[in-house]
């Protein structure tokens, strides 16, 4: 008989995990990269010229560069960052962290205890949603339209809070191709976000790993970029241009909040060898990648598109999105998408409910999100088939595929 942990762990832990089985073989989930926009080649002489030329670093847990990141890299992203999003700032405000998700954890670490309040829009990617309900935080969603986060509702929550005696600790927000909505906030709005952030004293926290991915490359400058009052924090990540198993990500923050996450980054460092190559591939290949990637992803989008016109007809509405990896459907009233989403599997189907990815669990009953880049065009094809023949066996709908009247099974 084995040793009983269970006993030990203390109350209010995450549930236990189930142990991992390969997914099914039609996987529209986890925002994982493309296998095949991969520059594996290019990767592989970026880690041996690194390696050649400064491998010893690797000797010391901060490759001599101090406790926030390989200093090349950090560079690079000052460049970028300059170019692309309208941000200046230096080496020295960027952290280098393990994936963004480690930024999630390590700006909630620094700024929320149980009981606060935080802002965020009201479908919302889901990693984000799970760690304020592990810390008992109270999140308060804002209903999205097309253009994004409604800066109207945003105001009166604001507002509804101030009369409360509440400050919320943060406003988060995915402003450029919004997970899971793919929306993109406008210049318009960022302007509004940052005067009603001013007026009730209330920071940003700007999570943009998706803002390389618009199909047209444009996007609005990010909203750290457009703040006059250091009153914005600001991460990023590889994971969606270039590869997530990397686990490389970042914060871009002004020294009075940086100098409260690098206390809690107690993991001596992340991986250096990831930092090194990605400097070097960057520095020759980012450039050139990301619009190949785009128009990649772009491809699978438009035969997701086609297999859900064809397949599920009017039953599932969406907007075509601006950019990023997924879609986020509105399906017939009747469907309940936790349900689908358990029968889907043993089809070997694998979708996200909208339950698990908004605030409002009403609102996100009949929504499921579409992850799109890695899967094959093939698959998506096959998946998209299967998961219409599912849903009408469950719900009735859709009633026609392909143009051909189906009976419920
Ligand atoms: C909005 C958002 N933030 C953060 C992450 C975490 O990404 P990573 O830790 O791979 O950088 C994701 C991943 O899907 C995401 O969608």
Wanted: some cysteine; glycine content about 8%.
């Amino acid at each position: 008989m084995s040793f009983d942990f269970n006993s030990l762990v203390p109350a209010g832990s995450p549930p236990p995990a189930v142990r991992w089985a390969p997914p099914g073989k039609y996987n529209f989930t986890f925002g994982n990269n493309d296998p095949d926009g991969l520059d594996v080649d290019e990767l592989m002489s970026a880690v041996d010229t690194a390696l050649k030329r400064e491998g010893r670093r690797l000797a010391d847990y901060r490759l001599h560069m101090g406790p926030q990141g390989y200093k090349p890299l950090r560079e690079f992203l000052v460049k970028k960052l300059k170019r692309d999003a309208g941000i200046e700032c230096s080496a020295d405000d960027i952290l280098l962290t393990s994936g963004s998700l480690q930024g999630l954890d390590l700006v909630n670490g620094a700024l929320l205890a149980r009981g606060d309040t935080v802002i965020c829009e009201r479908d919302c990617y889901e990693g984000t949603i799970n760690r304020y309900y592990r810390r008992g935080i109270n999140v308060v969603g804002i209903p999205l339209d097309k253009g994004g986060m409604r800066m109207d509702a945003l105001e009166d929550a604001l507002a509804g809070l101030k009369a409360k005696g509440v400050r919320a600790k943060y406003i988060y927000t995915i402003a450029t191709v919004q997970n899971p909505t793919a929306t993109v906030l406008d210049l318009g709005r960022r302007k509004k976000l940052l005067e009603l952030a001013e007026k009730y004293g209330v920071p940003i926290f700007e999570d943009d790993c998706y803002a390389d991915l618009t199909w047209d490359g444009k996007r609005p400058p990010a909203i750290y970029a457009m703040s006059k009052s250091q009153n914005v924090i600001h991460i990023g990540s590889f994971s969606k241009t270039i590869a997530p198993a990397l686990r490389v990500g970042f914060i871009v923050a002004p020294w009075s909040i940086m100098s409260h996450i690098l206390p809690l980054k107690t993991d001596a460092g992340s991986g250096g060898l990831e930092q090194m190559m990605l400097a070097e591939y960057c520095e020759v290949h980012f450039a050139d990648h990301v619009p190949k990637l785009r128009q990649r992803f772009k491809a699978k989008l438009d035969t997701l598109v086609a297999a859900l016109n064809e397949q599920f007809g009017t039953a599932a509405e969406f907007d075509y999105p601006p950019g990023g990896i997924f879609l986020w459907v509105k399906l017939s009233e009747n469907v309940d998408a936790m349900k689908l989403r358990d029968a889907a599997l043993k089809s070997g189907v694998v979708i996200n409910p909208g339950p698990e990815w908004s605030i409002d669990k009403d609102y996100s009953r009949s929504r499921i999100r579409l992850c799109f880049a890695s899967p094959t065009h093939e698959e998506i094809r096959e998946g998209i088939k299967l998961l219409a023949e599912v849903c009408r066996k469950e719900f009735g709908v859709p009633a026609r595929s392909a143009n051909v009247e189906r009976a419920r099974a």
